[in-house]
């Protein structure tokens, strides 16, 4: 019996690609290098950033540093970086309100765990989604991120259910899906936001071995 949905943030509940984009490409042509040189270095940060080693603003000064560029721009991308996550969670869609709360009124318990950067930590616990949530584990507070089992295990440990009682959603970035089916939750696929993806950012393939949600309201079929 499914007793509790733990779900993806980025891509499952908001979407990256709603509103002003600001990805690597953007910040390369910001800072007038070739977007590939950005985006090994920036890379090369990506777990200390998704685990509370670094900032985005200290991870900024460390690849603007390796690069010789001029560190006075820091705050400059870090601010559109945080206008544009602001159209992001601006952007939510009425379809994952009406999820959660349906969620709530059968009297499923509902975890997110998100892997995330210091200025996306931030706005997912100021963001209007937040009241919905039992447990939150989100990556830059936990030290681990996905596919860490740890973190899937945590967060059903605070839900107090195993994780054989609990539905796992998200669109299947950090082989999320995999770890989940692994540890004995049931994971379903959500697609709803991938006509909004562009290369090279779509995180993961349509994965045909799980359950597909291509619609929000497609997750109460797995219950």
């Given at each position: 019996m499914i007793k509790a949905v733990i779900f993806d943030m980025f891509e499952t509940l908001v979407s990256l690609f709603q509103g002003r984009t600001y990805f690597s490409e953007d910040i390369a042509a910001d800072i007038g290098i070739p977007t590939e040189m950005f985006r090994t270095v920036w890379h090369l940060s990506e777990t200390d950033r998704s685990t509370g080693v670094l900032t985005v603003e200290d991870a900024l000064g460390k690849v603007l540093?390796?690069?010789?560029v001029s560190g006075?721009?820091?705050?400059?991308i870090a601010e559109k970086r945080w206008e544009a996550l602001g159209d992001t969670f601006d952007a939510i869609p009425p379809a994952t309100f009406d999820l959660l709360k349906e969620l709530k009124e059968r009297g499923i318990l509902i975890g997110l765990i998100s892997n995330c950067f210091?200025?996306?930590?931030i706005r997912i616990q100021?963001?209007?989604?937040?009241?919905?949530f039992d447990a939150v584990k989100l990556s830059f507070e936990q030290g681990i991120c996905k596919p860490d089992p740890a973190i899937y295990y945590r967060i059903a440990a605070e839900l107090g259910v195993e994780p054989e009682e609990?539905?796992?959603v998200g669109d299947g970035g950090s082989n999320e899906l995999a770890v989940a089916k692994e540890i004995g939750m049931k994971p379903v696929q959500a697609l709803w936001f991938r006509p909004l993806m562009f290369e090279p950012h779509i995180p993961s393939p349509v994965y045909?071995?799980?359950?597909?949600a291509e619609i929000q309201p497609d997750v109460l079929n797995y219950l």
């Open positions: 540093t390796a690069l010789n006075d721009q820091v705050q400059r210091s200025d996306e930590a100021n963001c209007r989604l937040y009241q919905y609990c539905l796992y045909d071995e799980y359950p597909h």
